[in-house]
């Protein structure tokens, strides 16, 4: 533990120190020693305070007798990768100084040429290669140390600065379980709660193989009747309260799918309810189903029967990250809150629909058998015993860095790292593997004399399976700098599990997606030339939750967007979270060949590429205000149905409610559009200027200006939409457009304050939030029409 927390201090250290622009949250520190080196740590603190002050003093120093401006002169910011240089503090790019010599144009390198090394670079071979590595045993949140050394190291040989950045995070790890049914209290059955180890599949055998459970599941030893729930949604259980089924005092058995798996058991446990069993049904799993003649895996496309779901029951919708630091990061020393209301109080178990099915048998509620929901009668019991061990443990995040010659815009590309199972070749080191060759493409361009123009950086999270834990805490500790710096988040998770595109965005990025996926060449080439704009439908999600986007987009209001390719109706079937999830699976049935892998990696350089080299950032503000008017005519046709489910309230909630908001998005849309088409002009000229040196620099200053204003304006867009106090059930969540919703926790909701303050049939609450997002959208056409 010792040897944990030392290195934790260190790695920060040395991450604080080099970190562009870098400033933390401070945290109000727990006077109760944690640890047993927690004097150092606190010393380490005071230090790592002492030596920005006192670095900008001696910067500010040496500037005032050369008279340079460029603190480290032209291009030589790869020789200083990482500078703590507070923006807050009036360290920003000089406006008046053009960021290198041949800008507009692309520094060393055309873009052109830049994009192309991007197309050329991934491989199947090495994607392949990083897969193997990445899956070939477990790396569960806390335990994969190793991993990120590795990862570090890696980014090192490919020429990026690298570092790790640790949090102490509570979390739990699995000690004991068992279900059994009983009848008059002898065992009628008893479930294994183990998955089939596959000859065909070998780290389904592996020994040191992670056991099925749930991430922030509760302890307990419960007997009970049971009641099956369906798909556990508020729904879902306001029928059975309906039908008159009795709740309270019972076991609940789920089905996976519907809504996130925290709030199935959410719901259970506010109604009385003493635990939860949650399974996953083939009968989800479209036409690839052994009933319709297809063999399970290893044999074929279908469920393997014994697949076994596991993941995080953390109410996600309430708040990601550490349930005991919302807010703030997991730094040592950091004061602990109490889990109530953010866990669950009820113990739970996955498992897997091969044992589900007795279950089902026994309370006739399978297909083909008369329908009964149950519960079961007093005779007829399920024991469920679920132990846990609630430690504080460290986890490890890796940062790696190109600097760009302008240091206050930054393109943050993230993926995470650890996976319930050994394996994980679609969640997540699909995306792993895609971000490695990324990486890889950068630092060829980087090799080939391109110096970019805005700063990228990598991030590799751990604890994303138990709640978002790495990256909320590193948002968290960094929000200051976040908020002066970052133009937009791209998150790959899983990036190929099968041949559609999917993505979900802030759409100020929609126009950015639609043109970088138009470059490259879809791998099924079914007719020649065809991109992965051309098989994709164009949808483009809202966004919710479940990966590692949430504190960007919904905490810190940086613009966010979420690429992969996922399964169709027709595909194989993913075994999520499962054992299954495999090297083996991936190879045979997810993406043979690699060409998807290989597909979203080019997607997200060439995403990266346009945001941090185009003169002016090509967000579309307009794409934003379209957006507000399609969510706001969704929340006027969900207040007329709430309306005429409660009746009288139509009075009160009619269309003239949303009339002040209505108006503001109007006079958004018109800023919108203005302020698009003068950047687009900007754009135009600037990409019809002559090389440099023809243009004179006097000129070229003013156009950088001007791009500098607009491209400040842009990176400040989303953030407009904040409301500090944040949602009034859930305050971490900042975002007044976006939000998981309460009871989906992955699915987004838009308008969320409204929509909430709808549900509850608080009239009052409607009107408050029409105000505070008509309010904030007044904002974002203020900050375009200055």
Partial sequence: MNEKVNMA????????????????????????????NHT???????????????????????????????????????????????????????????????????????????????????????????????????????????????????????????????????????????????????????????????????????????????GYSASGNVTAPYVYCNYGTYEDYEELQKAGVELEGKIALIKYGGVFRGLKLKRASELGMVGGVIYSDPGDDGEITEENGYKPYPDGPARNPSSVQRGSVEYLSVAPGDPTTIGYPSLPGAPRQSTDGKIPDIPSLPISFAEALPLLKALNAYKGIHYNTGPTPSTLTLNLVNTQNYVTTPLWNVLGIINGSIPDEVIIIGNHRDAWI???????????????????????????????????????????????LG????????????????????????????????????????????????????????????????????????????????????????????????????????????????????????????GYHV???????????????????????????????????????????????????????NDDTFAPLEKAITAFRRSAITFDTKAAALSALLTSLPTAPQTPTAHLTDLYASARSTNTKYKLLERQFLHAPGLDSRSWFKHVVFAPGLWTGYAGATFPGIVEALEEGNRTGVGKWVGIVGGRVEGASDLLGE
């Fill in 9 to 36: 201090t260190t790695q920060r250290q040395g991450w604080g120190e080099r970190l562009p622009l870098l400033q933390r949250v401070s945290v109000e520190e727990d006077h109760r020693e944690h640890y047993p």
């Fill in 40 to 214: 150092v740590r606190r010393f380490c603190t005071i230090a790592l305070t002492a030596i920005p002050i006192l670095t900008l003093a001696i910067i500010f120093f040496c500037i005032a007798i050369a008279g340079q401006s460029d603190l480290f002169g032209d291009h030589q910011t790869e020789n200083a990768p990482f500078l703590s240089l507070p923006i807050s503090d009036g360290v920003v790019p000089n406006e008046h100084k053009l960021p290198h010599a041949t800008w507009p144009a692309s520094d060393g390198i055309s873009y052109d040429k830049l994009k192309q090394i991007l197309q050329d670079t991934p491989s199947p071979e090495r994607a392949r290669e990083w897969s193997q590595y990445y899956t070939a045993g477990p790396h569960l949140t806390g335990k994969n140390r190793s991993q990120a050394e590795w990862t570090a190291k890696k980014w090192e040989e490919f020429g990026l600065k690298s570092s790790i950045v640790s949090y102490d995070v509570y979390l739990n790890y699995p000690v004991d379980h068992r279900l059994a049914l009983l009848k008059d209290g002898e065992v009628e059955f008893e479930a294994t709660l183990e998955e089939d180890v596959l000859e065909e599949d070998p780290t389904s055998g592996l020994e040191d193989r992670i056991p099925t459970f749930h």
């Fill in 422 to 468: 050994a394996g994980g070749a679609g969640d997540p080191n699909s995306g792993s593997a895609a971000l490695m060759e990324v990486i890889r493409s950068f630092s060829a361009a980087l090799s080939q004399g391109w110096k970019p123009l805005r700063t990228l950086v990598f991030a590799s999270w751990d604890g994303e399976e138990y709640g978002l």
């Fill in 471 to 594: 990256s909320t805490e590193w948002v968290e500790e960094y929000l200051p700098w976040l908020s002066e710096a970052t133009v937009a988040y791209i998150n790959v998770d899983v990036g190929a599990r099968g041949p559609n595109f999917q993505t979900s965005a802030a759409p100020v990025l929609n126009k950015l997606i639609e043109a970088a996926t138009g470059e490259v060449l879809s791998p099924n080439q079914t007719v020649a030339g065809q991109t992965v704009r051309d098989t994709w439908s164009g949808h483009i999600s809202t966004m919710g939750s479940g990966s590692d986007f949430t504190a960007f987009q919904d905490f810190a209001g940086v613009p966010c967007i979420d690429v992969g390719f996922g399964a169709g109706k027709g595909d194989p079937v993913y075994h999520y979270h499962s054992n299954y999830d495999s090297f083996r699976w991936m190879e045979r049935f997810g993406d043979p060949g690699w």
């Fill in 599 to 653: 597909a979203i990696a080019k997607v997200v350089a060439v995403l990266a590429a346009e945001l941090m080299e185009a003169p002016v950032i090509g967000f579309s503000a307009t794409e934003y205000a379209e957006g507000l008017g399609r969510y706001l005519e969704s929340v006027k046709a969900k207040a007329r149905t709430v309306s005429d489910k409660a009746g009288g309230m139509g009075l009160a909630i």
